[in-house]
Nanobody, 115 residues
């Protein structure tokens, strides 16, 4: 199982960014996926999750209405569209999958929200 995030970078407050997580090594379309983040000095926290078919999603209260999780099962990729970014969204963003009861993480991609 391999999860590879991309799309991080520096963005101004109020801006947008789309993160991608390319998955391989398992049957992507039958597993739920999620995005987590870890800010400096803080614990890793759930940002958003999506069901295997993409019909159900859930979000942390802090990102509801601003972030959207989606997936393309034909491309084995899960996305996180982030809008109206705030400085407090600065963190390393991780893709997570639970495959056959084992938890897998990507290496993360850093998003810095700053002017």
């Amino acid at each position: 199982v391999q999860l590879v995030e991309s799309g991080g970078g520096l963005v101004q407050p109020g801006g947008s960014r789309r993160l991608s997580c390319a998955a391989s090594g398992f049957t992507f379309s039958i597993y739920a996926m999620s995005w987590y983040r870890q800010a400096p000095g803080k614990e890793r926290e759930l940002v958003a999750g999506i069901s295997s078919a993409g019909s159900r999603t859930n979000y942390a209260d802090s990102v509801k209405g601003r972030f959207t999780i989606s997936r393309d099962n034909a491309e084995n990729t899960v996305y996180l569209q982030m809008n109206s970014l705030k400085p407090e969204d600065t963190a390393v963003y991780y893709c997570r999958g639970v495959v056959r009861r084992a938890i897998y993480w990507g290496k993360g991609t850093l998003v810095t929200v700053s002017s």
